[in-house]
């Protein structure tokens, strides 16, 4: 049996979203040699209102500090009516977890990307469905679902372990 390593992530978290391509090529490169997966960890989960102006000068600042280490791209958007609230979208991780059977790498990296680098509110889920490739009515029943819901909650209460 090979070593697990695991990510310990979240969709909003922009450390991670510098880190990504790191660990993507540590799991191209150790493929042989260990088992990746990843947990979100519901890092922002923060006030369920828009962000004040100083947080969006903040979040500006970070960016550009993870952009100037890590070379990711990062449009500077956040959209105006965005919620700065990860639950939703560490559903939707999960959900695509449960389609995919497998960790999902290539949604999370999507994800990712479509708020970084092109300033979309991944928080919606008419946004998410289509990175996703499901209908916005199946993602929102989805979104619902007790099961997913447990699972979500019970990953960040792992990590805040």
């Not at 993507?24 to 990746?36: G, I, T």
């Not at 449009?75 to 965005?82: A, K, L, R």
Request: hydrophobic share 40%.
């Amino acid at each position: 049996m090979l070593p697990r390593i695991l990510f310990v992530t979240d969709p909003l978290c922009s450390w991670c979203w510098g880190t990504l391509p790191q660990i993507e090529m540590c799991r191209r490169a150790l493929a042989d040699e260990a088992s990746f997966d990843f947990i979100v960890a519901g890092m922002q989960l923060g006030s369920p209102m828009g962000l004040p102006d100083f947080e969006k000068r903040q979040l500006h600042k970070l960016w550009d500090a993870v952009r100037e280490v890590s070379g990711q791209p990062f449009s500077g958007i956040i959209p105006d009516d965005m919620i700065y609230h990860s639950e939703i979208t560490c559903r939707a991780v999960e959900f695509a977890r449960q389609q995919a059977g497998s960790p999902p790498w290539a949604f999370l990296h999507d994800v990712q990307s479509a708020f970084y680098a092109a300033g979309q509110d991944t928080t919606r889920s008419e946004v998410i469905a289509p990175l996703l490739g499901v209908s916005h009515d199946t993602l929102t029943q989805a979104l619902k679902d007790q099961a997913i819901i447990e699972t979500t909650q019970a990953n960040f209460e792992l990590v805040e372990k």
